[in-house]
Every structure is written in C-alpha cells, then in structure tokens.
C-alpha cells in the first residue's frame, strides 16, 4: 500500500511558476514509477508526465513539454512536478499517481493522492 499526499497547487499569474510536491508512505517508494495526472472542470483525467523508479526516465505530455519537469527524491519519498511559464490552460486539479511502468494510461496507476488545486489567471 501507499498513500500520497499532494502538495503546493495554489493561485498563479499566467507566465509564472509552482512546485507541487507528493509525499508517499510506505518503505516502497523507489520500486514504483511516479506519475502527475490533472483534470479540469468538465473534462476527463490528462497525463501529464511520469518519471522511473531511479529517475533516469521521464515522459511527457506534448502540452507541458518544455515548461514542467517531474523529478525525484528517493531518499525523501517524494516526487515533484515544477511548472514554468504557466498557461490559464494548466488550470487544473493535479493528481500525483503510483504505478508499475511508465504509462499515460490512468488505469495503469494503482495509487492516487487527493490532488491539489491549481488555478492560473490570465
């Protein structure tokens, strides 16, 4: 079992940036690829990147590449999402994800947080 805890979303001009972190439970942490999610108002779940479970990997979706960058701390069973240069359209609840491979597939992740809240004005 693991459980994660999302946090950092706040409210943020368009052009500016936020870390969000996820905290995970458990001994575990380094056998699992870390992922972020996001789902806005209306719409379904969107990947938005994944990282491997010794950090040397990572894939995105085409709409963050270049502006947001998964990384993480495996001594600190944590995994981070920066966002730079932010978009009204990155508005959204983001979701840190645990899972077996790397996937943008939600179904393919076992473990989610509660999410956390990001809101980027115009």
């Known amino acids: 079992q693991v459980q994660l805890v999302e946090s950092g979303g706040g409210l943020v001009q368009a052009g500016g940036s936020l870390r969000l972190s996820c905290a995970a439970s458990?001994?575990?942490?380094?056998?699992?690829?870390m992922g972020w999610f996001r789902q806005a108002p209306g719409k379904e779940r969107d990947f938005v990147g994944a990282?491997?479970?010794?950090?040397?990997?990572?894939l995105y979706a085409e709409s963050v590449k270049g502006r947001f960058t998964i990384y993480r701390d495996n001594a600190k069973n944590t995994v981070y999402l920066q966002m730079n240069d932010l978009k009204p359209e990155d508005t959204a609840v983001y979701y840190c994800?645990?899972?077996?491979?790397?996937?943008?597939?939600?179904?393919?992740?076992?473990?989610w947080g509660q999410g956390t809240q990001v809101t980027v004005s115009s």
């Open positions: 990282i491997s479970r010794n950090g040397g990997n990572t």
């Open positions: 458990g001994r575990a942490f380094g056998t699992y690829v």
């Open positions: 994800v645990a899972g077996v491979g790397i996937t943008t597939r939600p179904s393919q992740y076992n473990y």
